[in-house]
């Protein structure tokens, strides 16, 4: 039917009913508004913001700027967590008499969700920024923004709205591809929408990048969510010109533009919180079963890894396992501690700071032993892309209903993570 009308029209369909709808409500405003309509403070606004020219450096600008004031604003906050957790290991490991009791407590439960909890400050600050943007109407203007590279490239201007939400979480980002009516540009914007860098991976960035890039951090940290994007639009690109099943122009965005508003802060904390709330019930729930493994697996057999003065967990389970796939990661510069975090990272991608909190890595410097800035900034590109964790993989197969794209966004993302992770390291190596 749409093609008949495509013919019918000479041109999407969609776009000549918009346009003969704009044309009724022209010769309708005449006839009850008299006068000039003077520009107003949001046209005088969106000539800026909505320029051709100008509306993506904005963009860019208020991106920087956003993730500029959660690293630096959350910075001290979670210095105050951190050490509070490190004075109740200390507390636990004293004066619990039990010696596996008091391992479990003080490296398994402090250690692990500790290292995890940190993040909090940012990972809600970044929902504060991002709630503050939608509430005062630009992240709509944005999308339509976004939609002209966009759509030159393949993706259809509703992916953006799925893409944004992924930044909270790939999750409701892959559901909200609903809304997009042609199959073929659901089922494209589902497969690169896992590029999109999520709040689970915030905390990767922000304790490698805090550890190993210095200064450099927070310009480390933006840069991962430009990658992701960047990625997800030149993916959908390739997939548009490679597989036959997307080939053909994406269908069309229209978009009505909401009114600026001035937000309220009850409106930002309720939607800050909503947001977050994820992260810390993942915390209570996955993160904290996976704490518990992985402490388990890294603390036993218990003569083997405490026989020495130290515990040793090379001589652990989750040393022999970390051993055995450490070869895959090893040419990435990984050693068996990082290629274990990336492991259970599969689970949820907070696992992997969670891990390294587990292995005795929570501090910036046993992480400068393990990564230099090369191999730190390869390992966050790597977590950004490499395999979705186990509840994307299940949203993906339900919402695409085949396990050909589900094999296929896991299989694709892990070989692209390991190619731009060994360009980086290669890159780095030759410039010293």
Same mark, same amino acid.
Request: with cysteine; glycine share 10%.
């Given at each position: ?100 009791? +008091? ?5 398994? =439960? #402090? $250690?692990?969700?500790? %290292? @995890? !909890? ?100 927070? +310009? ?5 969510? =430009? #990658? $992701?994007?960047?990625? %997800? @639009? !030149? ?109 259970? $990272? ?87």
């Amino acid at each position: 039917m749409s093609g008949r009308l495509k013919k019918l029209l000479g041109e999407e369909a969609e776009v000549k009913l918009a346009e003969k709808r704009y044309e009724v409500i022209s010769e309708i405003l005449p006839r009850v508004l008299k006068g000039e309509k003077p520009l107003t403070r949001s046209d005088l606004i969106d000539k800026a913001l909505l320029n051709k020219y100008l509306g993506i450096p904005i963009f860019l600008a208020l991106w920087w700027l956003l993730f500029r004031f959660t690293f630096d604003v959350s910075a001290p906050l979670s210095d105050l967590i951190d050490i509070a957790f490190s004075k109740l290991s200390e507390i636990s490991s004293t004066y619990i008499p039990n010696e596996q009791l +008091a391992s479990f407590v003080a490296e398994g =439960l #402090l $250690g692990g969700l500790g %290292a @995890v !909890l940190v993040f909090i400050p940012p990972i809600f600050l970044l929902f504060f920024g991002l709630s503050i943007l939608e509430d005062s109407g630009y992240l709509a203007r944005a999308a339509f923004v976004v939609d002209r590279a966009m759509y030159k490239l393949g993706l259809h201007g509703k992916s953006f709205i799925p893409m944004l939400l992924g930044f909270g979480c790939n999750i409701p980002g892959i559901m909200a591809t609903r809304t997009i009516d042609k199959e073929e540009d659901r089922i494209l914007t589902i497969l690169v929408n896992p590029l999109i860098s999520c709040s689970a991976r915030l905390p990767v960035y922000v304790f490698i990048g805090g550890a190993v890039l210095g200064g450099y951090a927070a +310009a480390g940290v933006y840069s991962m969510y =430009l #990658l $992701g994007i960047g990625l %997800a @639009v !030149l993916m959908a690109l390739l997939f548009r010109k490679a597989i036959p099943y997307f080939r053909g122009k994406p269908s069309v965005f229209i978009l009505e533009l909401p009114m600026y508003a001035m937000p309220t802060l009850r409106s930002i904390l309720t939607h800050m919180w909503e947001r977050g709330v994820i992260f810390l019930k993942k915390a209570g729930t996955i993160i904290l079963l996976a704490t518990v493994v992985i402490w388990f697996l890294s603390a036993y057999p218990w003569e083997s890894v405490h026989a020495g003065s130290e515990p040793c967990i090379e001589a652990s389970y989750i040393g022999a396992f970390g051993h055995i796939i450490e070869p895959i990661f090893r040419p990435l510069g990984f050693d068996w501690r990082a290629a274990i975090a990336l492991f259970f $990272g599969f689970v949820a991608k907070e696992v992997v700071v969670d891990t390294f909190g587990v292995l005795g890595l929570g501090g910036a410097e046993e992480l400068r032993q393990v990564f230099t800035p090369v191999t730190g900034l390869a390992f966050m590109v790597f977590t950004l892309i490499y395999i979705p964790c186990l509840a994307t993989i299940g949203i993906i197969y339900r919402e695409t209903n085949s396990w050909k794209w589900t094999i296929f966004t896991v299989v694709y993302e892990f070989i692209l993570a390991y190619l731009l992770a060994s360009l980086i390291v290669v890159i780095g190596g030759s410039l010293g």
